[in-house]
Nanobody, 124 residues
């Protein structure tokens, strides 16, 4: 398994931006598809974005398309989530995840390693 540590969360006003980072341990980072999920209080954890092992393909939830961008640097064992035009409904704990599955739709069960999460709060 790979160990993941997120950073970059914080408090931002609506319309603002944040960049989340997720650093992975180990030398097999490039063998994992990477994903970002979020969980708001009282809600289920939901898919946000994912990127393939090489970085050539990505997936986004409809709610973040056009506002969020996922990217990765395999040489740095790091995946990023650039979040623009943030809205109060984006407020949640954001989790980084690693998995071996890739396909047209991805869910929590497709990822086996998880970070501890980072809080993102968007004020109106």
């Amino acid at each position: 398994q790979v160990q993941l540590v997120e950073s970059g969360g914080g408090l931002v006003q609506a319309g603002g931006s944040l960049r989340l980072s997720c650093a992975a341990s180990g030398r097999t980072f490039s063998s994992y598809a990477m994903g970002w999920f979020r969980q708001a209080p009282g809600k289920e954890r939901e898919f946000v974005a994912a990127i393939s092992r090489s970085g050539a393909s990505n997936r986004y939830a409809d709610s973040v398309k056009g506002r969020f961008t996922i990217s990765r640097e395999n040489i740095k064992n790091t995946v990023y989530l650039q979040m623009n035009s943030l809205q109060p409904e984006d407020t949640a704990v954001y989790y980084c995840a690693a998995g071996t599955k890739w396909g047209p739709s991805l869910a929590v069960a497709d990822f086996g390693s998880w970070g501890q999460g980072t809080q993102v709060t968007v004020s109106s």
